[in-house]
């Protein structure tokens, strides 16, 4: 089969790889027929190399239609239309009883002392091949995929797999108050989700970024927007918008690539040149973020507020604002989604027809798999008006 294989910072390339095959009896074989690139996929572009191998299959927002399943599958079946969610899950551990399945103990990678396995993403959580491709065999397959009707276009269901979910969670752990005010820093999938599914909610939403495309979008959907670029301290403008205190709530979703990082930035750099055998364990134990969109955050939000934090952070020395918190009385809560946790809230408003989540005004461009590389760059690079990247094998 054709794949998206990663081979080195920022090169990714279209290659004829082995077609999987069932390994388990909970496993299941799906043909790939929508795919999108993730933010969290520039993360592997730009930053993990040293957690990467040569070829590894990237992608973990897929769905497709089954082809074959394990002894042990019965949920699904071969022709059955399925969504699958990024992370791993068994359904029936410690940590999934409990709904926390981004921490499934089954899956769990251990080695690294990280949680449930991720498809497409790195050694650290447990280098299972991804999406990105023409075939995808999926582990745990008795659980994890979420099962939809025939007729309305992909694009209504993929993502189901990661942004909705992960925004929807991002959305609940902010603790926004009836009639309250969320601010939302990012504006790329995320972010953009994050906003309509808080609007939806019945909820006031400012949305932040400096990308006037990511902007215009966010209007589209009843947001209110403060463009990042044109001011010096975003926090007081919001706060301005805010009777003086800040919102509520606010949302991260930027993560550890954050712009107005500089040296930050250079430490990303450096460390990304080194020798993988130099760089991981440096990483692991010494990493830092580059961290303005999260204390932006913390300097935005009211005291006694909650600050949900859904974009990506890899860092282990990350220094923060620990007297502003504490004075402040500010609420932290972050983490993996919980993809299976919210499903069922979300499929009735990707089923309706309205689309009250506007789902069919996210993705910008939609390419055949062999332009995949072109997808990255352009979505890295916040050219051609890029927001949203779905590939079609």
């Not at 909705?164 to 603790?175: E, G, I, R, S, Y």
């Not at 953009?192 to 609007?199: F, V």
């Not at 989540?357 to 461009?365: E, K, P, R, S």
């Amino acid at each position: 089969m054709k794949a998206l294989t990663w081979h080195g910072k920022r090169d990714v390339r279209v290659e004829e790889v082995s077609d999987p095959t069932l390994k388990e009896s909970t496993d299941a074989v799906i043909r790939v027929t929508t795919t999108g690139i993730c933010g969290s996929d520039l993360h592997l572009y730009e930053l993990f190399g040293p957690f990467m191998m040569e070829g590894d299959i990237l992608g973990h927002e897929a769905m497709g239609i089954v082809e074959e399943v394990g002894a042990d599958v019965k949920n699904i079946k071969p022709g059955d239309r399925v969504v699958i969610p990024f992370n791993i899950s068994c359904g029936h551990c410690f940590m999934c009883d409990r709904q926390l399945y981004a921490q499934c103990e089954t899956t769990q990678c251990r080695d690294h002392g990280m949680g449930a396995a991720l498809f497409g993403y790195t050694k650290l959580y447990g280098e299972v091949p991804g999406g990105q491709a023409e075939y995808l065999r999926v582990p745990q397959a008795h659980f994890g995929p979420i099962k939809v009707p025939e007729g309305p276009p992909d694009e209504r269901y993929v993502y189901l797999s990661d942004v909705l979910p992960t925004a929807w969670q991002a959305v609940d752990w902010a603790d926004i108050p009836e009639g309250g005010t969320v601010a939302v820093f990012g504006l790329g999938p995320i972010g953009q989700m994050c906003c309509r599914i808080a609007r939806h909610l019945g909820h006031r939403v400012i949305g932040v970024d400096g990308v006037p495309e990511r902007l215009a979008m966010a209007r589209r959907h009843g947001v209110e927007t403060v463009d990042a670029g044109s001011h010096t301290d975003v926090a007081a403008a919001i706060r301005d918008m805010t009777a003086g205190r800040g919102p509520d709530s606010v949302i991260d979703a930027v993560g550890m690539e954050a712009h107005g990082s500089p040296f930050a930035k250079i430490a990303q750099t450096i460390t990304g040149m080194l020798p993988g055998r130099m760089a991981a364990p440096l990483m692991e134990t010494a990493g830092v973020d580059r961290l303005s969109a999260l204390h932006h955050a913390i300097e935005t939000v009211r005291r006694g507020g909650t600050v949900s934090i859904i974009g990506v952070y890899g860092g282990m020395t990350d220094p923060m604002p620990m007297l502003r918190m504490f004075d402040k009385g500010i609420t932290l809560r972050m983490g993996q989604a919980h993809v299976k946790r919210w499903i069922d809230t979300l499929l009735p408003l990707v089923n309706d027809d309205k689309d009250p989540l506007g789902v069919m005004d996210l993705a910008t461009h939609r390419l055949p798999l062999d332009q995949a590389p072109h997808g990255y760059e352009i979505f890295q690079k916040k050219r051609d008006g890029a927001i949203k990247v779905l590939l079609n094998p």
